[in-house]
C-alpha cells in the first residue's frame, strides 16, 4: 500500500444539525486507499471507534504506527484494496482534523470550546454523507465500522437507505445502555472536575507540557469497557511490577503499569473537549430515536445489513445487537448475524481480525 496521506475536505454549505444548531463552514479530514474505479461503484465507507482516526491503514512517512484498522485493509487483505477504494473520514467532533470544539467559530480565531453544539451520530453521518457527495460517489459498496463506528454504518442504513449495498456493523448497539452511559458520567466527571479544566478555556499548550490527569483518568476507566475480566486476567495474571516493593504504598500491579502507560500516551493526543463531545454523542444514540420501536426504524432500511458481535463483548455485549437481528427478521430485512468466540472483549475488533476478516471478504465478494 502506498504511503497514506490525510486530506482536509472545507465546506461552506450550512449543516443542519439535530440540536437545531447550524455549523457554517466545516471541515472533515479523511484518507483514502486504493483506486476509485470509472463508474465509482466500488467505494467502501470504513467508520472509526470513538478516540479513533480517519489514519485506518497504512503508515505515515517516518512513522512506525500503522493505522487502527491495517490487518483488515489493504492489498489482499479483508477489505482488498486491490479491488476496493476505502474512504475513513475523521468524525466530526473529534480532534484529527474535522471540525471541533477546539475549531475557530465564525472563521475567527477564537475557538468554539463549550459553545460547539452537541453532536449527533446522525449529524456525523449527514457531513460524511456531504463529504462522498463532493467526491461523486453516490452509492456505496458498503459501510463498515466498528464499536462508535458501527452506529454510524446503522445511522447511514437509517437516513439513506439506497446509499450502501452492505452495511457490516461490529461490537456495537442499537441504543446505547445505562451501563454505558453510567461509566462515561464518571469518565467525563474525571475531567470537568478537574481544576486544569478550567471550564474548556485551558491553554492547549499548558496541557502539551503536563497532561489533563482528569482526561488520564477517564481513559483508565475506559479500559475497564474495552478490555473483558477475562481477558485482562490472561493478560496480567496477578503480576507485579518487578521494580517496585510488594509492601510499597504505591507499588503497582502489572495492570496499573499499563493503564498509567497507556493514559498518559493518549493524553498526549487526544483532547478533553473532544472527549466530551463524542461522549454525548455516544451517549445519546439510539437508533429508534423518533420512531415507536427498533422494528418500525428499520422497516425501511434496504441494504443488506451484517451484524457481527463477539461473544466476551461487555460493553455491547451480544444480546444487544441480537435485538437487532430480531427487528430485521421482523421486517423481512435481508441480514446476517455472526458470533466471533473471541477473547479481547470489545476490542476484539481491532485485534482479533483474523477472526473475523474471512466473513467481511466473502460479503464484500459476494
Excluded at 473529534?94 to 446522525?122: D, H, M
Excluded at 426504524?297 to 445489513?305: D, N, P, V
Excluded at 444480546?319 to 437481528?325: A, L, V
Aim: aromatic letters at 12%.
Amino acid at each position: 500500500m502506498r504511503t497514506p496521506k490525510p486530506q482536509i475536505a472545507h465546506f461552506t454549505s450550512p449543516l443542519y444539525l439535530d440540536s437545531g444548531r447550524i455549523l457554517e463552514p466545516f471541515e472533515l479530514a479523511y484518507e483514502t486507499y486504493g483506486t476509485l474505479n470509472t463508474d465509482k461503484s466500488n467505494a467502501i465507507l470504513v467508520a472509526h471507534a470513538f478516540s479513533g482516526s480517519h489514519h485506518a491503514a497504512g503508515i505515515y512517512e517516518g512513522e512506525n504506527k500503522a493505522g487502527w484498522w491495517n490487518d483488515l485493509i489493504g492489498s489482499g487483505k479483508g477489505i482488498d484494496t486491490d479491488h476496493f477504494f476505502v474512504i475513513c473520514i475523521n468524525a466530526l467532533g473529534s480532534c484529527y482534523g474535522s471540525t471541533c470544539a477546539l475549531s475557530p467559530q465564525n472563521q475567527g480565531a477564537i475557538p468554539y470550546r463549550l459553545k460547539f453544539p452537541v453532536i449527533t451520530i446522525p449529524d456525523i453521518v449527514r457531513s460524511q454523507k456531504v463529504l462522498l457527495a463532493s467526491l461523486g460517489i453516490d452509492k456505496l459498496k458498503a459501510v463498515i465500522g466498528g464499536s462508535m463506528g458501527g452506529m454510524i454504518a446503522l445511522s447511514f442504513a437509517k437516513l439513506y437507505p439506497k446509499c450502501a449495498e452492505h452495511i457490516i456493523a461490529l461490537a456495537t448497539t442499537h441504543a446505547t445502555s445505562d451501563y454505558v452511559i453510567a461509566v462515561h458520567k464518571i469518565m467525563c466527571d474525571a475531567i470537568t472536575k478537574d481544576p486544569r479544566f478550567k471550564a474548556g478555556n485551558y491553554l492547549i499548550s499548558e496541557l502539551a507540557e503536563l497532561p489533563l490527569a482528569g482526561l488520564a483518568l477517564a481513559r483508565m476507566i475506559g479500559y475497564l469497557q474495552y478490555l473483558s475480566p477475562r481477558a485482562m486476567q490472561r493478560k496480567f495474571n496477578h503480576r507485579y511490577v518487578d521494580s517496585d516493593g510488594l509492601y510499597e504504598l504505591f507499588g503497582r500491579f502489572e495492570v496499573s503499569r499499563y493503564l498509567d502507560y497507556n493514559a498518559q500516551s493518549f493524553c498526549r493526543y487526544f483532547d478533553p473537549l473532544c472527549y466530551l463531545y463524542l461522549a454525548k454523542a455516544l451517549c445519546i444514540y439510539d437508533l429508534s430515536l423518533g420512531h415507536e420501536n427498533l422494528e418500525d426504524a428499520t422497516k425501511e432500511f434496504h441494504s443488506c445489513i451484517h451484524l457481527i458481535a463477539f461473544s466476551d463483548d461487555t460493553m455491547f455485549p451480544p444480546y444487544e445487537m441480537w435485538r437487532i437481528k430480531q427487528a430485521l427478521q421482523y421486517n423481512n430485512k435481508p441480514h446476517t448475524f455472526h458470533e466471533v468466540q473471541s477473547q479481547t472483549g470489545h476490542d476484539s475488533f481491532l485485534v482479533e481480525v483474523p477472526l473475523f476478516e474471512h466473513y467481511i471478504k466473502h460479503i464484500l465478494a459476494a
